[in-house]
């Protein structure tokens, strides 16, 4: 095991972003773990196989083990589920996204998303960009009703070095 992170970072806050030297040897990468935090303590998880994935597409459906969600599976119904998300360029920036459906934004579900720099609905709309947003319950709900905002997001790997 191998750590990057200094000691002082889970007390700089929010506005400070880290990236390991690793990223840029992804191949050897065995699982990958995306955590959420609000004030110190882990609100959401999500755990993904990295074998045969680079950088960008270990973020799929298909590559999911586990999750602090009781009904995320990659047999589950979604509109997006990926890094990239859902970008309109000057009107819409929604990135690590995984929802389930769009119905305007008083009935938009999903699990997770992070807000960008463009923002639409008011359920985005929760502080300064990026908002790290995971629905409670474990489980996919109405953002509007059921969504909080996480401080952090750590994605950890597991791999051959």
Not at 52 to 76: I, Q
Request: with cysteine; proline share 3%.
């Amino acid at each position: 095991m191998w750590n990057e992170i200094p000691a002082f970072y889970p007390h700089i806050g929010r506005r400070f972003h880290l990236r390991s030297r690793f990223i840029d040897n992804w191949g050897k990468v065995k699982l990958v773990k995306l955590e959420l935090f609000k004030s110190n303590k882990r609100v959401m998880w999500l755990t993904f196989n990295g074998k045969n994935t680079n950088s960008m597409n270990w973020f799929d459906k298909n590559n999911l083990v586990d999750s602090s969600f009781n009904d995320l599976a990659p047999c589950s119904t979604f509109n997006f589920f990926s890094i990239d998300g859902h970008v309109i360029k000057n009107s819409l920036g929604r990135r690590f996204f995984i929802n389930r459906s769009y119905h305007g934004c008083a009935q938009d579900y999903g699990w997770f998303v992070i807000a960008d720099t463009y923002r639409y609905c008011s359920w985005e709309k929760r502080g300064p960009e990026p908002v790290f947003i995971y629905t409670r319950n474990q489980s996919s709900r109405n953002y509007n009703q059921d969504a909080n905002t996480a401080e952090t997001m750590v994605i950890s790997v597991l791999m051959d070095i």
